[in-house]
T-cell receptor
């Protein structure tokens, strides 16, 4: 069975600083990987996704992620964080054969200092 | 992108009553939908897979008599929390895959509070 680990439960960065959120997955085949953001009390918004091809994926709001098969990682990055980026971030792995069921990581709560 | 609508977004109910949550795919048909539950400050856990025209598949530890799932049409799945108790208070969110896409589209979520 697939699994996703987000090692950092909380991260605090200063506004304007760069950001990297870590995500490691375990899955026997090539995974479909996703990053979602959730603001307090809100649903999930898809930031970006990797299915195949270029391992560096660009998403919305200036986010990008890089798929590294050798490290089983799909880390999310942003060069300059804005205060509005403060939210909960979830990495997820999808299994196409299972009807696109997703397995989520535990989430990383991002706080942004002014 | 595809649109999945979930209703209601918030509901407060009394202990012992039942609450129905609807998940609709607005611009595509979904033979499968997924229901997730999110505890406060926790991640999303898959509860069950809803299958159109057949019984839902529940994950281990999820009470099927407590969480009734009906997928009566290709665009609608419902989750009914029966005889709700305060410990059922949570954020429930559905998703639906669109044929030909490996992406799952999520509803807005429903925050259930049982008092």
């Amino acid at each position: 069975a697939q699994s996703v680990t987000q090692p950092d439960i909380h991260i605090t960065v200063s506004e304007g600083a760069s950001l990297e959120l870590r995500c490691n997955y375990s899955y026997g085949a090539t995974p479909y990987l996703f990053w979602y953001v959730q603001s307090p009390g809100q649903g999930l918004q898809l930031l970006l996704k990797y299915f195949s091809g270029d391992t560096l994926v660009q998403g919305i709001k200036g986010f990008e992620a890089e798929f590294k098969r050798s490290q089983s990682s799909f880390n999310l990055r942003k060069p300059s964080v804005h205060w509005s980026d403060a939210a909960e971030y979830f990495c997820a792995v999808g299994v196409l054969g299972a009807g696109n069921m997703l397995t989520f990581g535990g989430g990383t709560r991002l706080m942004v200092k002014p | 992108g595809a649109v999945v609508s979930q209703h209601p977004s918030r509901v407060i109910c009394k202990s012992g009553t039942s609450v129905k949550i609807e998940c609709r795919s607005l611009d595509f048909q979904a033979t499968t939908m997924f229901w997730y539950r999110q505890f406060p400050k926790k991640s999303l856990m898959l509860m069950a897979t809803s299958n159109e025209g057949s019984k839902a598949t529940y994950e281990q530890g999820v009470e099927k008599d407590k969480f009734l799932i009906n997928h009566a049409s290709l665009t609608l799945s419902t989750l009914t929390v029966t005889s709700a108790h305060p410990e059922d208070s949570s954020f429930y969110i559905c998703s639906a895959p669109k044929g030909g896409s490996a992406e799952a589209f999520f509803g807005q979520g429903t925050r259930l509070t049982v008092v």
